[in-house]
């Protein structure tokens, strides 16, 4: 091998684990008594200038919705300050069209159990939202086989934090067998997070075992699912999404009426780590 094509090869080489990670880093949710529970798998300190293309992939998208289209493209994601940031924007020439970032780990890393932490600035909602989320490794939320088993055990969307009320409370949720009706079924539930849009920044953490589904915010369990039927046990890839909301009863606010977008005005939402952990025992 050439020494120039070596040296090279070395300057591209990443690892799932980011080395400015520190190496004490455990789950803000960890008791100080078990800190040897443990293991970092997979973290992203986002301390360089772009998104690491080895760890993820900056998503280009349109969606309609009924009165807005809401695009993703490569300028809505941007890595600076030590943090990777989700720009909300309206578009210059189209009037109904509204910008939002979203990048993903699909066909970089996914895991199936663990321990998921990410420290975040949600934008508070005004037709607008942030959420940090998991979706199944295959296509669609269910088995590679395509059936619809009635249970989320072959995969779901796993929401662990979507940002979608002004108010001190956000949403965690599961959708399984598909979007369509009748087959699409769900479980969602608010949290109470308080401090969640006077504070800057944010712990959200998510624990997942062959058992149970736990929720955490800044270190303290908000919800457990443990019903059987409801714990995927297949592999699931991580998501950082922004999105936009015309008339809805889903988000706070209208994105047609949010005055700082109307003007020009660029919203943000960070995430300053994300790290996940297995458990040693």
């Known amino acids: 091998m050439q020494p120039f094509?070596?040296?090279?090869?070395l300057q591209t080489?990443?690892?799932?684990?980011?080395?400015?990670?520190p190496p004490q880093a455990r789950p803000a949710s960890s008791p100080?008594?078990?800190?040897d529970r443990w293991s970092l798998i997979f973290s992203d300190e986002f301390n360089g200038t772009a998104?690491?293309?080895?760890?993820?992939?900056v998503e280009t998208t349109s969606r309609k919705r009924p009165d807005i289209t809401v695009k993703a493209d490569p300028a809505q994601v941007e890595?600076?300050?030590?943090s990777a940031c989700i720009y909300y924007r309206k578009s210059k020439t189209e009037d109904s069209t509204y910008f939002a970032g979203?990048?993903?780990?699909?066909g970089h890393?996914?895991?199936t159990y663990g321990y998921l932490e990410a420290r975040m600035h949600l934008v508070k909602p005004d037709g607008y939202q942030t959420a940090f989320w998991m979706m199944p490794d295959q296509e669609g939320l269910t088995s590679p086989k395509g059936v619809t088993d009635g249970t989320a055990n072959d995969g779901a969307e796993i929401d662990i934090i979507e940002g979608n009320k002004a108010g001190d409370t956000y949403s965690t949720g599961l959708h399984w067998d598909g979007y369509a009706k009748p087959a699409h079924k769900s479980n969602g539930a608010m949290v109470?997070?308080?401090?969640?849009?006077?504070?800057e920044y944010h712990t959200i953490g998510f624990e997942w075992s062959p058992t149970a589904l736990k929720f955490y915010y800044d270190g303290k369990l908000v919800r457990t699912i443990d019903k059987p039927t409801l714990i995927p046990q297949v592999p699931h890839y991580i998501i950082f999404s922004g999105s936009c909301f015309g008339v809805n009863d889903w988000v706070t606010g209208n994105v047609l009426q949010n005055k700082f977008l109307q003007d020009g005005g660029t919203a943000q939402a960070s995430i300053d780590y994300v790290r996940v952990f297995k458990r040693n025992d």
Do not use: E, Y
Request: glycine share 4%.
């Open 79 to 82: 890595v600076k300050a030590g």
């Open 13 to 21: 080489v990443s690892t799932p684990i980011d080395p400015q990670t």
């Open 102 to 106: 979203r990048f993903n780990s699909k």
């Open 109 to 111: 890393f996914s895991t």
């Open 51 to 57: 998104i690491d293309p080895v760890k993820w992939t």
């Open 5 to 9: 094509l070596f040296l090279c090869l």
């Open 32 to 35: 100080v008594d078990s800190k």
């Open 192 to 199: 109470k997070a308080p401090g969640l849009h006077t504070q």
